[in-house]
């Protein structure tokens, strides 16, 4: 896809009796990368996923993508995850209890958007504790 603008810039120079008009013509290239997504969130997590959420910034002037970074604790990319429409996300089969950091950026045939960068963690599991805690009521009651 090439889209470009063009300007004609016409240069009159006068000198009696004669009048001369010449005119430029420039073409500007207007195409750039994308910037970058835009008012990014965490819109749900789970133990073993996180969704994330945000709105398309410019497109430089041709079609946009969208990449999703996940990153563990470590530092090592956990998931690489593009999308095509929008910058909508939903990380799945990730660790309980982890905080990864996302890193969401835009990218088109010019280039690559900086990263928008979130930290998310995914919620622990319940702990299953049995013969912990106090009598049971029902003890209680045949008590008494």
Known sequence: MISLCNVVIVTTITSPPL???IPHLIILDVLSPPSSPEHC?????????????????????MRQL???????????????QSSQ??????????????????????????????????TAATLK???QRV????????FLVLKV
């Open 19 to 21: 009048t001369l008009v």
């Open 85 to 118: 429409e929008e910058p909508q996300f939903s990380v799945e089969s990730l660790l309980p209890g982890t905080t990864y950091t996302i890193k969401v950026s835009a990218y088109n045939d010019k280039g690559r958007s900086q990263p928008v960068v979130l």
């Open 41 to 61: 969130k965490i819109i749900n997590n789970t133990a073993e996923n996180i969704e994330v959420l945000c709105r398309a910034g410019f497109h430089g002037g």
């Open 125 to 127: 599991v319940a702990e």
């Open 131 to 138: 013969g912990e805690c106090c009598p049971s009521l029902l």
């Open 66 to 80: 969208f990449l999703a970074e996940v990153y563990d604790e470590a530092g090592s990319l956990h998931l690489n």
